[in-house]
Structures are given as C-alpha cells and as structure tokens.
C-alpha cells in the first residue's frame, strides 16, 4: 500500500465543543431549552462527558493518540454569567486548559461561541437583541486578554449558518423561531459579530490565526433544481463566506451533500446508505465544499474544522474519513492551502436535539462511569496523524 502523504505541518486534530462535553452547563440558553416543557430534546445534556472536570483525561486521549491538534470552545454563559459580570476562575479554567494542550504538545484550537448564549442575552432576545454582535465582541476582547497568548488558532463563531437556519427558520434549535425574515436578519447580525470578534480577537495579547467555522453541504442540483439550489446556497452559505475577508483562514464543516430540485431539497438517494443522522454516507463532499470556500473567498487557506460520521460501526468511520481524506488530498495537489483537517468528534457526546444517540466520536464515554473507551478508529486516525497521512 502507498502512503498519501500531506504537507508538513498538516494539522492533524479532533474536535468538541462545551456545552457538548462539559456537563452541568446550567446558565445557557441550550440548558433552558433542553428543559423547556415542550423542548424537541429528547433528552437533556446532563452532566455530559464531565469534560469539566476530566478535560486532563481528555488532552491525554488526543496527545496518546499522537494528534497534534485539540479544538475546544470556551463557554460565555460560565465567562459572563451576568451581563458584565466576569468569572475569573473560569477564565483561569479556559487558561489552563490552553496551557495543558502545550504541556503535551497539542495545539489549542480555541472557539469562543459554539451554538450557545448566555440566559441574560436569551433573554433580551439572543441574537436579534440590540447590541448582540457588540456584546459579543465585548466577551471575545474579555477572554482573549485572560488566554490570548496560548491560543493557537481561534475560530469566531461556530456555524453561524446553522445558528440563524435552526433557530431563525425552522425552529429546532434556540429560541425555537420560524421565520424567514427574523432568520435573514440574524444572519446579518452573526456576520457582523464574526468581523467584531476577529478584530478583538486580534488586539492581543497572542498572534494567531483567526476565522470562522461553517456548515458546507455538497449542493448537487437535479434536473430543474440549479436556480433553487443557487437560491439556496445563497442564503445558507455564500453570505457568510462573504463576511471572512481579511480573516486568516475559513474552517470547513461538512457531512454529507444535499441533492436540490425544483421544489427545493430532496430526500436521500435511494441505495446510498444513511448514517445515524439520516444523512447519505458521501464522504467526497469535503472535497466539494473545501474547492467551494475556497473559491468564494479568492483563495483563502482552509482549515477542516469539523468532518465525521454518527455511526455504531468503527469501520464505517474509517472508511468515511479515508474517502474524505483522498478529497482533501486533491484538493492540495490542485494547489488549495488546507492547512488541517479536524475529526468531529474526540468523544461521543450531546448531539443538540438529538441526545446521546448518535455516535460521532472517536472514543466512546460510559454515560454512567464516564470512562473513556477508545475505538480503533481512535487509533487509526492517530497512525495517520503519526505518518503525516493514511495509507490507501
């Protein structure tokens, strides 16, 4: 077998976010949706993988595995519980979870809002609130001053896509609105937030790179679909790329792709096989939406911030991941500058609505014991990231 070697200095990394892990994460808006009387949750996020508590044990799994690499996100209801009222100790816990990447010689990947928000701001009306985006910038200025110079990269808003879609449009995700208009807006509202956050970011102390993350579908048209498709994508995507100029990189997410018709989206091809989340198993989008961002934002370096597959067979997993990182591959011989490509998820986690039933990571955690089991994918990606690259 030959070796598909990538660049030096490809990072190499996996993924989680707060409120997904941490546990207990009592002051968010997720934590008050989960609850609701009528929440879509099926269940609440608990106490979670208690990353809280064994972020160590964590870092040891991504250093033991050999990746170079840890995205984490800080979390702004515990940072800000109150409107301008600051934590300390949890800003000195952010810190040391930055200076534990280091003492393992891991990168910290750092986002500062993923999917999240505190009450206070729930309760103004989250991100249609006056002075959203400025509270935000106020909360990035704060925290970047407390952990700036051990952050390796930071990523400014995770998925602002999904935030205004899910939130705004279809009402799935907080605060559970349904309106195309509101939806527009909010979106307005994130990118602005986005370019606030680079620039606070970026007033030190540290240097390091600073983008954003989002949600890329391989958008394939059916006969008839190419205007709806455009239509869509527009709004879903080519708004927010717009919003990196002059950021140091755009971070990729993507899962699957999403064929459009006439109409709009069309279910899942019959014969392509589904993941937990009832996506088509399509492991060559990466490379469509890596080619994409980097066109539409005129060759700027992408970062694969999230790729990965719910599934309960490990070597589905790898599969996946391997056909995806072919993609990545060619898009670099193509002369496209991925810097890094970052597995979603280290662990198994809350999965939003959906709960602990999807199995995206890694290393699976015991939801009682909360020991952390890994998978042989766990070690596979990690031989990979040992080789700079997969055998194929």
């Not at 198993?281 to 066109?295: D, G, K, L, S, Y």
């Not at 991941?321 to 597995?343: K, P, Q, T």
Request: proline share 6%.
């Amino acid at each position: 077998m030959a070796r598909l070697g990538f660049p030096e200095g490809f990072l190499w990394g996996a993924a989680t976010a707060a409120h997904q892990v941490e546990g207990q994460n009592l002051n968010s808006d997720w934590w008050e949706f989960e609850h609701a009387e009528q929440t879509p949750c099926v269940e609440p996020s608990g106490d979670a993988c208690d990353s809280w508590h064994r972020w160590p044990a964590d870092m040891d799994l991504v250093s033991s595995l050999g990746l170079g690499a840890y995205r984490f996100s800080v979390e702004w209801s515990r940072i800000e519980p109150e409107e301008g009222e600051w934590s300390s100790a949890t800003l000195e816990h952010y810190r040391q979870m930055c200076a534990g990447c280091h003492e393992r010689a891991v990168v910290p990947v750092v986002t500062f809002n993923h999917f999240t928000i505190p009450r206070w701001l729930a309760r103004r009306g989250g991100w249609e609130a006056p002075g959203a985006a400025d509270a935000f910038a106020r909360f990035c200025e704060r925290t970047v001053s407390h952990i700036g110079d051990l952050v390796g990269w930071g990523c400014t808003i995770n998925e602002p896509n999904i935030v205004s879609f899910m939130g705004y449009r279809f009402g799935i995700f907080p605060p559970a609105v349904a309106d195309e208009g509101r939806s527009r807006k909010v979106s307005i509202t994130l990118c602005n937030a986005h370019r606030m956050a680079v620039n606070a970011l970026r007033s030190g102390p540290g240097d390091f790179p600073v983008g954003l993350t989002l949600s890329m579908a391989d958008y394939q048209g059916a006969p008839g679909g190419e205007e709806t498709l455009e239509a869509i994508r527009r709004e879903a995507e080519d708004v927010f790329l717009e919003a990196t100029e002059g950021d140091d990189f755009v971070g990729v997410q993507t899962y699957t792709r999403m064929r459009v018709g006439p109409d709009g989206p069309l279910r899942p091809e019959p014969g392509v096989a589904r993941t937990q989340m009832g996506y088509e198993f399509w492991p060559q989008a990466i490379e469509a939406t890596v080619r994409r961002a980097t066109e539409m934002t005129g060759g700027l370096p992408v970062l694969v911030t999230e790729n990965g597959i719910g599934t309960d067979d490990d070597a589905q997993r790898i599969e996946f991941v391997s056909g995806a990182l072919e993609g990545v591959r060619r898009c670099i011989d193509d002369g496209i500058a991925v810097l890094g490509y970052f597995y979603w998820s280290l662990l198994d986690n809350f999965e939003w609505v959906l709960g602990y039933g999807p199995t995206f990571g890694l290393v699976e955690v015991d939801r009682h014991s909360f020991e952390r089991r890994p998978k042989p994918s766990a070690s596979w990606l990690g031989s990979v990231s040992r080789a700079n690259g997969p055998e194929v």
